[in-house]
């Protein structure tokens, strides 16, 4: 039996916890479903790192369904207080450490790194230094490395797809970037892309179009269902989705950069400069009334409106690339798309007219990410081998 090692970076983050959980509970060796079970030897967050070469104790916690990693502060608290945590003033020092960990122990080249931090710390050194000067493998759900670094960046980074993952970038780990890269590898050229890849706007865009609720008061309920990011304007400036975009386009083989995307955020970008979230709150009220005509128009008119993302060729195939609001027919692949779920439509030299190819995915929640996480993981082991099937009573 030969288990996968793997680090978690953003481990006590909300992806993080809840990718450690779900390979607590299904994937470990002590299950004897899998041939290459999962191992987790070290957490990682902005101060420190949690390493055990035969793995962590805290699975167990995990296994057993205990409070402890239920509350993310909870969570936090007990890592920090453990004796093996290993504190660092900066990121790079930590992530030296975590590499100078593995080598004292003996693991050089059998280890995973899995990137689930939110984003905000830049990773894109780290990506680069796992894949130009190690023998180690990274799945990431970070879309910063790949989408505001230059084009040679990502080249570089995704050059390896046996060692670098990065499926969970767009829509939470659907298809989407696997079928854009089997398109570039057997020189299949996309042409046209266009999508919804926000479950967040998703669901403003319906419940808008429902006419009940102003959008200040649906913006309120997004935030405390726990749709939203922590600050809302993160959703609404329309950058997630420019960076979900500029990785499709890329993934086609296009050399692309978010600044080549023409961006209408969701409310004016006035809203944006306001840093208190309590503030931006009570001012956003004034985005209302504009929301409701826009709607309502498009209603009157026979069509609904959604917030997309587009890619296409012009005359000179050269790429062309916005994100913003479309007025389309509810009838329509986009136009019938309800709740928070997400679309894409992408269409090939072949994959086009009544083949274009269809993905259409749940909104990423932190359950969805880390099961798209787990299959990225899948896709690393070199000699997968499938779990011994129990036969089901009826």
Known sequence: MSE?????????????RELLSQISQYDSYHLKKHHNPTNVIALANSKGFLFERTGLEIQKTFRNNEGVGKDKATFNDYIMGLDNFVCHKTMPDLLKGLLAAIEDEGLAGNIVFVDATPGKDDLTDFHLKIINETEECLITANKNPLSLSPYETFKM???YRGRYGYRCTVMAGANTVNNLLDY?????????IEACFSGTLGYLCGELENGEKTFSQILKEAMELGYTEPHPRDDLNGIDVARKLTICARSGGYDVNLEDIEIEPFI?????????????MKEVKGADQKLLENFSGAKSNGNTIKYTASFSLNKNGKPAMKVGFQEVSPQSALGALR????????????????????????GAGTDVTAWGLRRDLLARLERRKGGMYKPTKA
């Open 268 to 280: 004016d970008k006035k809203y944006f400069d306001i840093e208190n979230v309590n503030d931006f």
């Open 184 to 192: 570039y590898d057997t020189t299949e050229i996309v042409t046209k």
């Open 339 to 362: 709740g928070s779920s997400n679309k894409v439509i992408i269409e090939t030299d072949i994959f086009k007219g009544d083949k274009k190819y269809v993905i259409e995915s749940p």
């Open 4 to 16: 996968q090692k793997i680090i978690i970076l953003g481990g006590t983050g909300n992806v993080g």
């Open 157 to 159: 980074l995704t050059n």
